[in-house]
């Protein structure tokens, strides 16, 4: 099982700012259930107009930043902030 926990960049190390989002049989499915939590985020808080890098400042500040534990053996493990980083890119255009 991968548990995937969801921490806030804005109280970063303070684990009474963390929670569980929930078990996942699979790698595959627990690295799903942590994008959506930074595409909901990012999609939240994106207005028109706004560049890629406020909104990356915006989530490194505020965000919610899924990790997903254990991370399996061969794989790099999921990093929220490169993923956001790639997904404000996409929404920003």
């Not at 049989?25 to 808080?45: G, H, I, K, S, Y």
Request: hydrophobic residues 40%; contains cysteine.
């Amino acid at each position: 099982m991968f548990v995937v926990r969801v921490a806030d960049n804005f109280h970063y190390m303070d684990e009474d700012e963390t929670c569980t989002l929930g078990e996942f049989p699979t790698w595959a499915e627990a690295v799903t259930a942590a994008r959506r939590v930074v595409d909901r985020w990012l999609e939240e808080q994106h207005r028109p107009g706004m560049d890629a890098e406020a909104l990356f400042a915006q989530y490194t500040a505020f965000g919610e930043d899924p990790y997903i534990v254990p991370v399996p053996d061969g794989e790099a493990g999921f990093s929220a902030w490169d993923y956001a980083k790639q997904r404000c890119a996409a929404l920003c255009g």
